[in-house]
């Protein structure tokens, strides 16, 4: 079966006073139906660039390319702007890190919630209503009816970040984009939402493209997982591939940073990764991680072939062990 | 045995306006909170957001002042203290390394303020133990006349520990130092943050709201909720058997990247309380899946079991059968 | 990260040359105040001087025009292009002093109610909006009625009634800094309210400041004209180009450019000034944080 989304040779170039500035840098990955790819790395690395360049939410001063960017049968690339208003809110939706900032304060949750439905299916308030109230209460609202009357600044960011998740599936989409839909939130509230997430997400068939920083979420939620760093993909796999056996040293790196009670021993010196990412203004060669790399070697000077391990692909000059 | 820094039913109310004609709400952030801070510990603080794990902070600090209880530094009452004083031995470091460094300030200046205000040594002399910390925490001393927005969000965050560490306190009050930055940042502070506790003979109290850096770097964990603590123990038996269905939640939420595990149920409901009503009883209750009668009425005490102590009735000798 | 950074000097200063407005503004100001400190180098002439047998000469551009006074001259001989350099000085001094007076007044005020809050506020607050009942062009026309008009009354009634704006937005900035976490570490350093003041609220909030400050200027300068047109200002024969404009009214059809040229320097004037505040708001962002 073909992908649900397909993304090759994706770049995004920002003009900053300084220059261009390369946030996604050829980046390739594809989404079944139904599966879930966290997209993970640190911030600068590309991955909300990824994300807003899926949606076509691209800022003004930024440069969308890409060989080939299909969803469910449509050329994202070639499309009009119109298609591409079409598509996003009703078989593509997006759930912001920041609820607040993403629900419009004017209105209630019920007249946004409508809205989009009927933006994109039409059929009568009633009808958007009742849909509002059954999703309302799939995210685990109580008193839905109530609720539709009332407006954002009433709700916790939890109850927030339900009701956005409501809104990415009013119209019954086939993907959603999330990018760092827990992190305003409680440690707690974010448990529960990403298992609501992933709950709705089995129950309604959607496939998930997951942007964070967490590794924690992308381990616990993840099918596969694509490591982004200086806007580039430098690895991806099954979670299972990834965690068990980076292949990257970044990667390697990442997981080795944090502490896991259990695994880690309290007080004992952690993993760390020396330097900073580079900037990614002007013409970037080689491997960008070799400056902070510690089996960096002559040859990452140039661009690291990629290396190829039953479905688990990461782009570093040593193969694999 | 003298505790460095004895915090006694501590309390801070806030009263928060809620529009021009509505009548005015009392907050109250931190709610009763009873510490001891032992010297060369790490005392973890834990909790969410509204838990009064900062303003706790700010009045350890003596930034705000308490509006009932006493805190004392090795058993003088911090209103009689001079605040120098106690600004010679408690400093902070911030949760975000951009609000937290003046940006119209050089980083040598910035570093060196608490020497100044000190009187300590003329300017070349502040200078040089400025550039001479600023070295000690992993800044090259040509950062020095640069300016805050020139740095990475690791780089601030060293120079906000610099500028702590400059005058050498004792107490250094950690409040979510890492929780701003990328992890593989925080890894990098998290360890020389242990350096420097060892180097200098720091204590800490390191507040944060992720478990698992807690676990890391703390010898004993406070919880809180809702201006409360509602578990005080040594950080291993914390993390081995939590006693509080809080700190139980609390622990099955840090999402360790351990694939297959998946996601927790944390037996949560959705019942957040309204910090500005919060529920009569445990604060904890409605969201409780253990809650019984007793926890709607009474406010729990602290109740000893082993090395731990908890403010849950189920711990509680009068009422613990309740639970069975 | 190790790549050498730019000096913040060389940044300031490509920023500023870069700014068109900023640049516009500073040259015609730096005109202006040349003109207002060398006045008496440039004057081809006396401005007090009458000479009444060349009274309301046009100027150069006019067929009747000549080199002698190049802007011609008023109804009394007076060399009209003197006169406007002279004005500079009045506009320049009574803009500067009120600037500075009301600033004071304002910024002291505004810092203590956004620093302080509580009661101090709702004092500062409640002496804003008092102030803000009164009208200035009345008080200043009794003040004058009842003193006699100079340039030291015009000065003290504009800088003790202007200072209003500063307060309300130095206050508003204040609150803003206060609340940033580097003003916290500077108080648990034991720094001396007036140190945190000083050295951590007021470089923050100095961008704003001297936005206001500019466009308070311009306004101060403005109203000078104004007071004088309607011979509440500086006394004749000071010449002041608001006063220069209530002169020529009389002649206006006649003589327009006896109004045109004050007016135009007045508006040349103001219009620096803004974007001289303008340019500073926009060059003074503190790097980073984008």
């Not at chain 1, 996003?88 to 949750?109: C, D, H, V, W």
């Not at chain 2, 203290?81 to 470091?93: C, I, K, M, N």
């Not at chain 2, 990247?257 to 037996?267: A, I, Q, W």
């Not at chain 3, 002649?251 to 620096?272: C, K």
Request: net charge positive.
């Amino acid at each position: 079966m073909s992908a649900l989304l397909s993304v090759e040779g994706l770049t995004v170039d920002l003009a900053v006073p300084a220059g261009t500035l390369h946030a996604v840098r050829d980046v390739s990955f594809e989404v079944a139906r139904g599966e879930t790819l966290c997209v993970v790395g640190e911030s600068g690395c590309g991955k909300s660039m990824t994300a807003l360049a899926l949606m076509g939410l691209l800022p003004r001063n930024a440069r969308r390319r890409a060989r080939r960017l299909v969803f469910d049968g449509v050329d994202l690339a070639a499309a009009s702007p119109a298609r591409t208003n079409a598509l996003r809110g009703a078989k593509l939706s997006m759930i912001f890190q920041e609820p607040m900032t993403a629900l419009n304060p004017a209105y209630t949750i019920g007249n946004q919630l409508c809205e989009v439905y009927r933006r994109h299916k039409g059929g009568s308030r009633a009808a958007a209503r009742e849909r509002a109230a059954f999703l309302l209460g799939k995210v685990g609202i109580a008193a839905a009816g109530e609720r539709l009357g009332q407006y954002p600044h009433q709700l916790s960011g939890g109850l927030r970040q339900r009701v956005m998740i409501a809104m990415a599936l009013m119209c019954g989409p086939s993907l959603i984009v999330a990018d760092e839909p827990t992190t305003a939130l409680d440690v707690t509230i974010q448990a529960q939402i990403l298992k609501l997430l992933k709950d709705l997400q089995a129950e309604f068939g959607m496939a998930l493209v997951l942007i964070t920083h967490d590794l924690g979420v992308v381990a616990r939620i993840a099918d596969r997982v694509a490591v982004m760093y200086a806007g580039e993909v430098v690895e991806r796999g099954t979670a299972a591939q990834v965690f068990a056996a980076p292949r990257h040293p970044y990667t390697a790196g990442l997981i080795d940073c944090i502490p896991v009670p259990g695994r880690t021993k309290p007080g004992e010196r952690l993993g760390a990764i020396p330097g900073t990412v580079p900037a990614l203004v002007g013409t970037i060669e080689g491997c960008a991680f070799r400056q902070r790399c510690a089996f960096a070697q002559p040859a990452c000077a140039s661009a690291p072939p990629v290396h190829a391990d039953a479905g688990h692909e990461w782009a570093c000059v040593r193969g694999a062990a | 045995m003298s505790a460095l820094m004895q915090v006694e039913g501590v309390h801070r109310a806030f009263s928060v306006s809620r529009g021009l004609f509505a009548r005015k709400r009392t907050l109250h952030a931190v709610n009763g909170i009873d510490l001891e801070i032992e010297k060369g510990e790490v005392l973890g603080i834990v909790g969410e957001s509204g838990c009064g794990k900062s303003t706790l902070a700010r009045i350890l600090l003596g930034l705000i002042p308490a509006s009932a209880g006493r805190i004392a530094l090795s058993g003088t009452d911090l209103r009689g203290l001079d605040r120098r004083v106690l600004a010679a031995r408690v400093q902070p470091v911030f949760q975000d390394p951009y609000g937290s460094l003046n940006p119209r300030k050089r980083i040598a200046s910035i570093v060196a303020l608490p020497l100044a205000v000190h009187g300590m040594g003329d300017r070349t002399e502040q200078r040089r133990r400025a550039i001479e910390m600023l070295e000690r925490v992993g800044l090259p001393a040509r950062l020095a006349d640069n300016y805050p927005g020139q740095l990475s969000g690791g780089q601030r965050q060293r120079v906000a520990i610099a500028r702590a560490l400059v005058m050498r306190p004792e107490i250094v009050i950690c409040d979510e130092p890492t929780s701003a930055l990328d992890v593989s940042v925080q890894s990098q502070i998290l360890n020389l943050l242990m350096d420097l506790r060892q180097e200098f003979g720091l204590t800490y109290v390191f507040i944060s709201h992720n478990l698992a850096v807690v676990e890391h770097i703390a010898t004993r964990v406070a919880v809180m909720y809702l201006g409360r603590v509602v578990e005080l123990a040594p950080a291993a038996e914390i993390f081995a058997r939590p006693r509080h269905p809080y700190t139980q939640a609390l622990l099955a939420s840090v999402l360790t990247p351990e694939p297959g595990k998946g996601l927790p149920d944390t037996h949560l409901g959705l019942a957040f309380p309204d910090p500005l009503d919060p529920p009569p009883g445990c604060g904890f209750n409605p969201r409780c899946a253990y809650a019984r009668a007793v926890c709607r009425e009474r406010v729990p005490a602290f109740s000893e079991d082993g090395p731990a102590k908890a403010a849950c009735h189920a711990y509680d000798p009068t009422f613990g059968k309740e639970f069975a | 990260m190790d790549a050498a950074l730019p000096s913040r000097s060389s940044v300031l200063r490509s920023r500023i040359l870069g700014h068109a407005g900023l640049m516009t503004g500073l040259v015609l100001l730096a005109a202006a105040l040349v003109c207002a400190i060398f006045a008496p180098l440039l004057s081809p002439h006396d401005p007090y001087f009458q000479d009444l047998s060349a009274r309301l000469v046009p100027p150069v551009w006019h067929p009747r025009g000549d080199w002698l006074h190049p802007l011609g001259t008023d109804n009394l001989g007076r060399d009209y292009l003197s006169r406007t350099i002279y004005g500079a000085r009045v506009s320049l001094l009574i803009g500067l002093s009120v600037m500075v007076v009301s600033g004071l007044i304002g910024t002291a005020m505004g810092l203590a109610a956004g620093y302080f809050g509580g009661r101090t506020d709702m004092v500062v607050s409640f002496v804003v909006t008092a102030r803000l009942a009164m009208p200035v062009v009345l008080v200043a026309l009794a003040v004058v009625a009842l003193v006699g008009g100079s340039l030291v009354v015009v000065i003290a009634v504009l800088g003790l009634l202007k200072w209003d704006r500063f307060a309300v937005v130095m206050r508003a900035a204040t609150q803003q800094a206060r609340a940033q976490d580097y003003v916290a570490a500077a108080k648990a350093t034991g720094a001396s309210t007036f140190r945190v003041l000083l050295g951590e609220v007021l470089p923050n909030i100095l961008p704003q400041l001297v936005v206001v400050a500019t466009l308070e200027m311009a306004s101060a300068i403005l109203l000078e004209a104004a007071l004088s047109f309607l011979g509440l200002g500086v006394q004749p024969p000071l010449p002041s180009w608001g006063l220069m404009v209530s002169e020529a009214k009389a002649y206006m059809f006649f003589s327009f450019w006896m109004i045109a040229i004050p007016g135009t320097a007045l508006g040349l004037l103001v219009l620096a000034i803004n974007l001289v505040g303008d340019g500073i708001r926009d060059v003074a962002a503190p790097e980073g944080r984008a």
